[in-house]
């Protein structure tokens, strides 16, 4: 059975750091691209950041490149999302999701209709 947890939200003041989690288990991260999605309250879900199956190519949505980083642990079979210099505009809720086939192993979708399997969420709220 294919699930994706996510964890490791909160509440931070701006300026500061988070990092997600997503534990995935029913599958193997060499062969499933997994993305980072946000959907803050009346706005539609984005993505945020994507690591391919390969694991060689990563995506940064631009609002979000150089503050975070996207990782993945086979051993754990968990992927990462660090979070830093945190603004109010990052609050949302955010998801992992597993990239549905057919499979680019080289690079990683960034259309939220390209995963087929998302966690619950976590949430992230940025304010002082």
């Known amino acids: 059975q294919v699930q994706l947890v996510e964890s490791g939200g909160g509440l931070v003041q701006p300026g500061g750091s988070l990092r997600l989690s997503c534990a995935t288990s029913g599958f193997t991260l060499d062969y499933y691209g997994i993305g980072w999605f946000r959907q803050a309250p009346g706005k539609e879900r984005e993505v945020v950041s994507c690591i391919s199956a390969s694991g060689g190519h990563t995506y940064y949505e631009n609002s979000v490149k150089g503050r975070f980083t996207i990782s993945r642990d086979k051993s754990k079979n968990t992927v990462y999302l660090q979070m830093n210099s945190l603004k109010p505009d990052d609050t949302a809720v955010y998801y992992c999701?597993?990239?549905?086939?057919?499979?680019?192993?080289?690079?990683?979708?960034?259309?939220?209709?390209?995963?087929?399997?998302w966690g619950q969420g976590t949430e992230v709220t940025v304010s002082s």
């Open positions: 999701a597993r990239e549905r086939p057919p499979i680019q192993l080289g690079i990683c979708p960034q259309s939220t209709n390209a995963y087929g399997s």
